[in-house]
């Protein structure tokens, strides 16, 4: 059974950072891309990044550049954002996702506050 399971969300000061984990199970992970969406109420879900863990090839979206790293932890099965210099903007509950499949986790909140 695929899961995936977010965690390290919180509230932070803007300017602030913080790690968000996908613990991942139930596939083989390294022959898959790890997405990371974000979705704020009345707004449609986003991309983030994404990371193909079969060559390491990475995505972000312009509105994160420079600010958020993707990695992944084969042998943890986990894939791992790390967000700096946090704006309210990026205020949003953050998802992952095993492309091309219909398989999320369950969100973890990520609140900035200004």
């Known amino acids: 059974e695929v899961q995936l399971v977010e965690s390290g969300g919180g509230l932070v000061q803007a300017g602030g950072s913080l790690r968000l984990s996908c613990g991942t199970s139930?596939?083989?992970?390294?022959?898959?891309?790890i997405g990371w969406f974000r979705q704020t109420p009345g707004k449609e879900r986003e991309g983030v990044s994404s990371?193909?863990?079969?060559?390491?090839?990475?995505y972000y979206a312009d509105s994160v550049k420079g600010r958020f790293t993707i990695s992944s932890d084969n042998a943890k099965n986990t894939v791992y954002l790390q967000m700096h210099s946090l704006k309210p903007e990026d205020t949003a509950v953050y998802y992952c996702?095993?492309?091309?499949?219909?398989?999320w986790g369950q969100g973890t909140q990520v609140t900035v506050s200004s």
């Open positions: 996702n095993l492309q091309g499949t219909n398989f």
């Open positions: 139930g596939f083989t992970f390294d022959r898959y891309l």
């Open positions: 990371i193909n863990n079969d060559d390491g090839s990475t």
